[in-house]
């Protein structure tokens, strides 16, 4: 059965860091490209961030570029966004998705114009003092 499963989310003050992790059941993440996304309350879902199979190719949203990084480890089977200098504004449920590899730039799917093929459910972050 294939699965994405988000892990990492949690409630942190302004200014402060998390680490998201996306792990992968089921397949192997090799020749897939990852793309993190948010849904902040009452607002349209988002994309924030992206890394293609290799790892040679990311991109991130203007709202969060300078503040996060994303990685991944195929030996692990996992995609990580790490998150500073997080602001309110940053809350949302954050999702990661997959999609086989078919060499489109990441910033295609950051800025949402390509599809995504299978997705998690999600860990929620909190910003707030």
């Known amino acids: 059965q294939v699965q994405l499963v988000e892990s990492g989310g949690g409630l942190v003050q302004p200014g402060g860091s998390l680490r998201l992790s996306c792990a992968a059941s089921?397949?192997?993440?090799?020749?897939?490209?990852i793309g993190w996304f948010r849904q902040a309350p009452g607002k349209e879902r988002e994309g924030v961030s992206c890394i293609s199979s290799s790892g040679g190719d990311t991109d991130h949203a203007d709202s969060v570029k300078g503040r996060v990084t994303i990685s991944r480890d195929n030996a692990k089977n996992t995609v990580d966004l790490q998150m500073n200098s997080l602001k309110p504004e940053d809350t949302a449920v954050y999702y990661c998705a997959s999609v086989v590899d078919l060499n489109y730039r990441c910033s295609g799917y950051v800025r949402g114009e390509h599809d995504m093929d299978y997705w998690g459910k999600g860990t929620l972050v909190t910003v707030s003092s």
């Open positions: 089921g397949f192997t993440l090799d020749y897939y490209t």
